[in-house]
């Protein structure tokens, strides 16, 4: 069973950094990683993406030049470090697990039903 649980979130001001964390269980080999945002009332929103290796990464246009993802693979984490942030940056940020469909356009990563596994998410409030 594969489980993903997040944790680094907290409240930052303007122009401030946090680096959030999602550390996996099970078998996620092979899988693409990714984290989204959902402010309330609004949609949930892709914010980037990574392959385990590091090699294959995608940024929402939004987050591009600020926000980078890494990996741990001796300890399973998925790490999601934010700078620069902005009020809008607000919202309870989750990471989710691909299915294993292949390799994933960055549309098709975006595409929340694309995703089996999610994490309760961790809140970011950012203050201006």
């Known amino acids: 069973q594969v489980q993903v649980e997040e944790s680094g979130g907290g409240l930052v001001q303007t122009g401030g950094s946090l680096r959030l964390s999602c550390a996996a269980s099970?078998?996620?080999?092979?899988?693409?990683m990714s984290w989204f945002r959902q402010a309330p009332g609004t949609r949930r929103d892709f914010v980037a993406a990574t392959s385990w290796s590091g090699g294959t990464t995608y940024q929402a246009t939004f987050v591009k030049g600020r926000f980078t993802t890494s990996t741990d693979i001796t300890t399973n984490t998925v790490y999601l470090q934010m700078n620069n942030l902005k009020p809008e940056d607000t919202g309870v940020y989750s990471c989710?697990?691909?299915?294993?469909?292949?390799?994933?356009?960055?549309?098709?990563?975006?595409?929340?039903?694309?995703?089996?596994?999610w994490g309760q998410g961790t809140q970011v409030t950012v203050s201006s």
């Open positions: 099970g078998r996620t080999a092979g899988r693409m």
């Open positions: 989710a697990v691909a299915r294993p469909l292949g390799a994933l356009s960055m549309r098709g990563l975006a595409t929340v039903a694309n995703y089996d596994f």
